[in-house]
């Protein structure tokens, strides 16, 4: 039996090892690869204080995936009259999960709170496994903006 719950501050043990995982997974990192101290605290300190909502599925009882959404505000536009955005991080299903509905459920989850915390756009960054799920549930290739990133 599949379960999904919107994690809370008690479920931060839990929050940590799905990120990390994750990060593993999706960077091709070894199982022994040691995170720095800054991304690690970073991370729990956001899962703590962030203005975040994050899903976590279970098969059974054994963790399976897990999906987050970030919310931050930009002065309002005619487009986005409230200001208010979502970006969508960390969606991890564990492989013996995968193609089981349960990326597709927990991103339902996010997109419903998105909308219900007044949210007029959701953003996410696709790997290509990640593409097809995405456009299936309405999400569209933009290239709207140019990024700067500080090295």
Same mark, same amino acid.
């Given at each position: 039996m599949t379960e999904y719950k919107i994690a809370t501050k008690e479920d931060i043990e839990i929050l940590?090892?799905?990120?990390l995982?994750?990060?593993?997974?999706?960077n091709d990192l070894p199982e022994d690869y040691v995170f720095s101290d800054e991304l690690v605290e970073g991370s729990r300190q956001y899962f703590l204080? %962030?203005?975040q909502t994050t899903v976590l599925a279970f098969v059974d009882g054994d963790f399976a995936g897990c999906a987050s959404i970030s919310y931050y505000t930009i002065m309002p536009t005619f487009s986005h009259p409230t200001g208010k955005r979502a970006h969508v991080m960390n969606v991890y299903t564990r492989e013996r999960y995968r193609r089981q509905g349960i990326a597709?459920?927990?991103?339902n989850m996010l997109t419903e709170d998105a909308w219900?915390? %007044?949210a007029t756009e959701i953003s996410l960054d696709a790997t290509e496994s990640g593409r097809p799920l995405y456009a299936k549930l309405g999400f569209t290739d933009s290239g709207e903006c140019m990024v700067m990133v500080r090295n």
């Amino acid at each position: 039996m599949t379960e999904y719950k919107i994690a809370t501050k008690e479920d931060i043990e839990i929050l940590m090892a799905s990120r990390l995982e994750m990060l593993k997974v999706v960077n091709d990192l070894p199982e022994d690869y040691v995170f720095s101290d800054e991304l690690v605290e970073g991370s729990r300190q956001y899962f703590l204080n %962030g203005d975040q909502t994050t899903v976590l599925a279970f098969v059974d009882g054994d963790f399976a995936g897990c999906a987050s959404i970030s919310y931050y505000t930009i002065m309002p536009t005619f487009s986005h009259p409230t200001g208010k955005r979502a970006h969508v991080m960390n969606v991890y299903t564990r492989e013996r999960y995968r193609r089981q509905g349960i990326a597709c459920k927990m991103m339902n989850m996010l997109t419903e709170d998105a909308w219900a915390k %007044g949210a007029t756009e959701i953003s996410l960054d696709a790997t290509e496994s990640g593409r097809p799920l995405y456009a299936k549930l309405g999400f569209t290739d933009s290239g709207e903006c140019m990024v700067m990133v500080r090295n």
